[in-house]
């Protein structure tokens, strides 16, 4: 039996009213919905982060090791582009296509009804174009240009533990591709890449169950009292809020008072400059630079002492190991080793008994600006950091000392002594070393370089330019400053990027009350709760500054922003992500690129639905209301 | 626990007020048509809530400098002032007593989630600087309220299908929420529509099967399937009470969908990777 399209459309072959029946779409749209649940409440595998090896233990211990591979084969863990989960949707297309062909009428009420279910048709077919779509990111240096997009592919779900294994061994050594790489028709030039910050700050109360659990957050500015914190038989209430002040140290040079010979070392690397200190005498004598480089300060008053001091000290073998230096003055120092979380108990600069522990130690010290949390970025000594705890009596501070950023702590010095604390570091040989002779105030002031325990050079200072020593990576070490009357002096400035608060704090349960004198983005439990007092400078937006190059010329240029993403040749190019670590500092910028002809069929289903729908719920039953009310007023007349 | 001292603004006023309307209209209910007044007392709080909440909006709109749409407090208060408009536009077509009672009683839920949230102005994220946001926010906003009070009228079918058996009321109530989910219908197609365009703007997807997205889509099918019912089922084998019954349990349960895509989808697994859910 053969039939015309006209016949099958309008006839009652089964096959034709199988396809045409809403019993169908409502069927479709149901299972539809289902498996839009089924993949909101399983994980989708590309939303997670993580080796195959994470994905797949994810997986296993959600599920079982059976119901999951059974899951991976019936697409689960990737629902919504599975064969099955696709199938439905076309079977939906099929479905408004054969309804649309077989109620066809050129009559007007039939064209909302009409334009709805065509724009089904649009959509999906936008969609499939789609699949094609080419997306991916290009990362750009400031002041460079790339043609070069990466794709990141799909994550794949092992099945079982040892393809898990085997997969993620396989991306490890770099025998997986973990992206690709494709050519665009031109280049994407960046200018400047530019995250602007409100200048205002946001101040905010973040409180949490110490269980975990959602993270309550309430305002600063606007309230004073916070309501009952999240839950917890905890009441806060903000009395008083003061700037930060931040006290830092600085060396100054006195014109009188006992002899501290020290030196102020500038190091400049990789267009990067900054300073240190050392001193003649007490275990600062001796500072490590940089991974390459150690120095050492050696003062004597006259020629014959230098001599004699010199020939004492050869050339470093740094075995002793890191320590952390109790600092009372200039010549008076403790060191204690760097027991891990062993408490070691000194004696004060007051006389009183202090313990101290060191609670942990960080080769590479670094922090998530986001979520604040500190971690070591590597094995590598890069930023060594250790935190130390202080406690006298039932009072206690924890702090991060770094060793080779001495005056970078937190808050220095430590509320409870009066003392200065520093990490020092000792315990890695170093094949570039460099001394310091001083030998009186007028003459024999010089740098010793000794390569791999040798003495290579001796470095004069050259007329106006200080005396300084390059070392093969291209670092500069000068002796910037001699000083002979060196003291310590605390300056205290106040601190934009933070701020203090006073707080009452009334257990509910025991109703105790405390007055807490916090201060901002330190973490803060009493009780069953934990607080943070966080000072933020909310983006403002993501700049990047582009010019497009198409043989060798300068095309077009845009500024991206988020939501004004630059357009050409078919592609559009996103802001995307930049050096979070850097932030405000980065030198580059990320940004998606992506060409899916399907869009502009997506774009045009959405217009023909709005305006089907638009006339089927909207214009008419204003229309037919209107047919009835003359129908009415004909009958009447 | 301890009160503090209680701060008179817009905010508590018309929580306040809210709370007294729903009081009185629960008296209203209650007693019947004898009680008039206390119907007129309901309408009048409601009214008045609904003059300071539009303060409220509209204080937090020039202190802000921006629509205040974005943010889970501002998200909810902003639910609960189109509530109170479409509540009002309802009730001048449809005079339903019993309106005044659910909608009172969602607006004083509504107030109390939004007291224990971050009220504090913000200034905006540079993902949510875009007209298509306030186009987006407005169309969800309304169908939603549109859809709460098609709930409503669900619930009042059952009710008085429970207590009355099948009757006038009933009738009534059932053609009020097809009335309803089909005025709400393409403002909730707007509604996604508009936040794909948003998406493909920001984030060169139109769609990305993030739970929000997933969620929002959910509901559009619940209420797709209402309508599909609705027009074609009348030749289907089900005797014409089951259907009604069939097809405002849909309406209910599309509500449901809706509160759980616009505020319970953190409680989901899969919460964490969105880019969009309220945390």
Redesign the interface.
């Given at each position: 039996m053969i039939f015309s399209p006209r016949q099958i459309l309008q006839g009652n072959h089964p096959v034709v009213r199988f396809f045409a029946s809403v019993k169908l779409t409502v069927t479709l749209l149901i299972l539809i919905g289902l498996a839009c649940i089924l993949g909101t409440l399983i994980p989708q595998a590309d939303t997670l982060a993580g080796s195959p090896r994470d994905i797949y233990s994810l997986y296993v211990n959600a599920y079982g090791p059976r119901l999951h591979i059974l899951f991976n084969i019936l697409g689960f863990y990737r629902l919504y582009s599975s064969w099955w989960f696709s199938a439905l949707l076309l079977l939906l297309a099929l479905n408004m296509i054969v309804c649309s062909l077989r109620r066809f009428r050129l009559q007007a009420r039939q064209i909302g009804f009409q334009l709805t279910h065509l724009s089904i048709v649009f959509l999906l077919a936008g969609v499939l174009i789609g699949l094609n779509a080419r997306e991916g990111f290009i990362q750009i240096n400031e002041g460079e240009q790339s043609d070069t997009i990466l794709f990141v592919p799909r994550k794949p779900v092992p099945d079982t533990a040892e393809e898990a294994e085997q997969l993620t061994n396989e991306q490890r050594s770099g025998a997986a591709r973990t992206a690709v790489e494709l050519r665009l028709p031109f280049a994407i030039h960046l200018d400047d890449f530019e995250l602007r910050r409100h200048t205002a700050p946001l101040d905010k109360l973040l409180v949490q169950s110490v269980h975990g659990g959602r993270i309550y957050s309430y305002g600063l500015r606007t309230q004073k009292r916070i309501p009952r914190a999240a839950r917890q038989p905890v009441e806060i209430v903000l009395l008083d809020t003061k700037p930060l002040i931040r006290r830092t140290s600085q060396i100054v040079e006195r014109t009188s008072g006992p002899l501290e010979p020290a030196l102020e070392i500038e190091i400049v690397h990789d267009g990067h400059r900054h300073t240190h200190w050392v001193f003649a005498r007490g275990t600062a004598r001796r500072r490590i630079l940089t991974d390459e480089c150690e120095i050492e300060y050696v003062r004597a008053a006259t020629p014959v002492e230098l001599a004699a001091l010199l020939a004492e000290q050869s050339v470093p073998t740094t075995a002793t190991a890191d320590c952390l230096a109790l600092i009372r003055s200039m010549t008076d120092v403790t060191t204690l080793p760097l027991a891990l979380g062993r408490e070691q108990t000194v004696q004060d600069a007051d006389g009183t008994s202090l313990a101290v522990t060191v609670l942990q130690f960080f080769p590479h010290w670094n922090m998530n600006l986001q979520t604040r949390e500190i971690y070591s970025a590597s094995n590598a000594r890069r930023n060594p950091a250790i935190q130390v705890r202080l406690r006298k009596g039932d009072a206690a501070e924890t702090q991060w000392l770094f060793s080779r950023l001495p005056s970078a702590h937190g808050r220095q010095p430590f509320d409870l002594t009066t003392m200065t604390l520093q990490f020092l570091e000792t315990d890695m040989r170093r094949p570039h070393f460099l001394r310091a002779v001083a030998a009186d105030t007028t003459t024999g002031r010089y740098l010793q370089h000794y390569v791999e325990g040798r003495l290579a050079a001796t470095l004069p200072a050259a007329g106006d330019s200080p005396a300084s020593a390059t070392l093969p990576d291209g670092t500069q070490v000068r002796a910037l400053r001699w000083v002979e009357r060196s003291a310590i002096e605390l300056i205290e400035q106040p601190d934009p990027g933070g701020f203090a608060a006073r707080l009452r704090i009334r257990d509910l349960a025991s109703g105790k009350v405390e007055i807490l004198d916090a201060v901002s983005n330190e973490v803060y439990e009493r009780g069953n709760v934990r607080f943070l007092l966080q000072r933020d400078f909310p983006v403002d937006q993501y700049i990047s500054r582009v010019r497009v190059v198409q043989n060798g010329r300068e095309v077009t240029s845009h500024t991206i922003e988020m939501n004004d993403p630059l357009k050409f040749a078919g592609y559009t190019v996103y802001q995307s992500s930049y050096d979070t670590e850097a932030g405000e500092a980065s030198r580059y910028s990320v940004l998606s690129v992506k060409r899916d002809p399907g869009v502009a069929l997506v774009y045009a289903g959405f217009v023909l639905l709005t305006a089907g729908l638009i006339i089927v719920f909207y214009i008419n039953p204003w229309m037919q209301k209107r047919k009835h009310a003359e129908a009415l007023a004909a009958r009447t007349e | 626990?301890?009160l503090?001292p209680l701060?008179i603004t817009p905010f508590t006023v018309s929580f306040a007020f809210y709370f007294v309307g729903m009081v009185s209209a629960l008296g209203a209910v209650a007693l019947g048509r004898r009680a008039r007044a206390l119907l007129i007392a309901a309408y009048a709080a409601h009214g008045a809530g609904g003059l300071s909440h539009t303060v409220l909006f509209l204080q937090r709109w020039i202190i802000g400098g921006y629509p205040p749409l974005s943010g889970l407090f501002d998200a909810v208060v902003f639910f609960a002032w189109t509530l109170i408009v479409v509540f009002g536009v309802a009730e001048v077509l449809f005079r339903t007593r019993w309106l005044a009672l659910f909608v009172g009683a969602l607006e004083v839920a509504l107030f109390a989630y939004a007291?224990?949230c971050?009220?504090?102005?913000?200034?905006l994220?540079?993902?949510l600087?875009?007209t298509w946001l306030v186009i987006h926010v407005f169309a969800y906003m309304i169908a939603y309220s549109i859809m709460a009070i098609a709930c409503f009228n669900a619930v009042l079918f059952y009710g008085y299908l429970n207590t009355q058996g099948e009757s006038e009321q009933t009738r009534r109530f059932d053609s009020l929420v097809y009335r309803f989910v089909?005025?709400g219908?393409?403002l909730l197609?707007?509604g996604i529509?508009t936040g794909?365009?948003?998406a493909?703007?920001?984030?060169?997807?139109?769609?990305g099967?993030d739970?929000k997205e997933?969620?929002s889509?959910?509901t559009w099918?619940?209420y797709?399937?209402y309508l599909?019912?609705r027009?074609?089922?009348r030749t289907?084998a089900i005797p014409p009470l089951r259907r009604s019954a069939l097809l405002n349990w849909l309406a209910l349960m599309g509500f449901l969908f809706i509160l759980v895509t616009f505020l319970f989808?953190?409680y989901?697994?899969?919460a964490q990777?969105s880019k969009h859910v309220y945390?």
């Open positions: - | 626990m301890t503090g701060n007291a224990d971050d009220s504090t102005l913000q200034p994220m540079p993902v600087k875009s089909a005025f219908f393409p197609t707007v529509l794909a365009v948003w493909n703007r920001t984030w060169g997807r139109y769609w099967w739970i997933t969620w889509l959910i099918i619940a797709a399937v599909h019912l027009f074609w089922s289907w989808l953190k989901l697994p899969s990777m945390l």
